[in-house]
Antibody
Framework: QVQLVESGGGLVEPGGSLRLSCVVSTSTFNANYMAWIRQAPGRGLEWLSYISGDSRATNYGDSVKGRFIISRDTAKNALYLQMNSLKDEDTAVYYC???????????WGQGTLVIVS | DVVMTQSPLSLPVTLGQPASISCRSSQTIVYSDGNIYLSWFHQRPGQSPRRLIYRVSNRGSGVPDRFSGSGSGSDFTLEISRVEAEDVGVYYCMQGTHWPWTFGQGTKVEIE
């Protein structure tokens, strides 16, 4: 069973930066797209960004476009999210996800909490 | 963005009885490959979401057969044939056709 483990969350002041990481337990999904999704406290789920296996294709939601940067290192089975110019409304649990088709989110990590305050 | 509207938002259920959740998309969600990328997820408190159904009616690996999905066009349904205690939590529909992919607001299922 594939496992995804996020890390890097924490408390940061508005305007600050944070880098999240997600390590996948297998290299099986290195050729697959991966994505970041977040869930603000007591709120629903929001797709933030995705990246292709070769890192050539990326896309972002409007709420993070220009502030967040997604990247990956297939040698480390890792996915990253560089978050800059953080705002109060970025406070959320951040999940990484992947699967045969990332748009179907077969697999999720346990999440890492980011608090902007 | 495609808006996914679920109903009801709260669903009291009785153990052993059926339950049904509806999801409506604000526009058609047929992808260019002909597939409808409509998925259902279940989230228990303190846990990450787990995918139950993909492409409208396909059960994910290890998902009990009491869960089924159906629908077409803009209207979709998740049904639980006989609710069990472990089914409590929040259920979300999601469209993976038009970026940004979007989730419904969630339906909270509780045992009566």
């Amino acid at each position: 069973q594939v496992q995804l483990v996020e890390s890097g969350g924490g408390l940061v002041e508005p305007g600050g930066s944070l880098r999240l990481s997600c390590v996948v337990s297998t290299s099986t999904f290195n050729a697959n797209y991966m994505a970041w999704i977040r869930q603000a406290p007591g709120r629903g789920l929001e797709w933030l960004s995705y990246i292709s296996g070769d890192s050539r294709a990326t896309n972002y939601g409007d709420s993070v476009k220009g502030r967040f940067i997604i990247s990956r290192d297939t040698a480390k089975n890792a996915l990253y999210l560089q978050m800059n110019s953080l705002k109060d409304e970025d406070t959320a649990v951040y999940y990484c996800a992947t699967g045969r088709q990332v748009r179907e989110a077969d697999y999720w990590g346990q999440g890492t909490l980011v608090i902007v305050s | 963005d495609v808006v996914m509207t679920q109903s009801p938002l709260s669903l009291p259920v009785t153990l052993g009885q059926p339950a049904s959740i509806s999801c409506r998309s604000s526009q058609t969600i047929v992808y260019s490959d002909g597939n409808i990328y409509l998925s259902w997820f279940h989230q228990r408190p303190g846990q990450s979401p787990r995918r139950l159904i993909y492409r409208v009616s396909n059960r994910g690996s290890g998902v009990p057969d009491r869960f089924s999905g159906s629908g077409s066009g803009s209207d979709f349904t998740l049904e639980i044939s006989r609710v069990e205690a472990e089914d409590v939590g929040v259920y979300y529909c999601m469209q993976g056709t038009h970026w940004p992919w979007t989730f419904g607001q969630g339906t909270k299922v509780e045992i009566e």
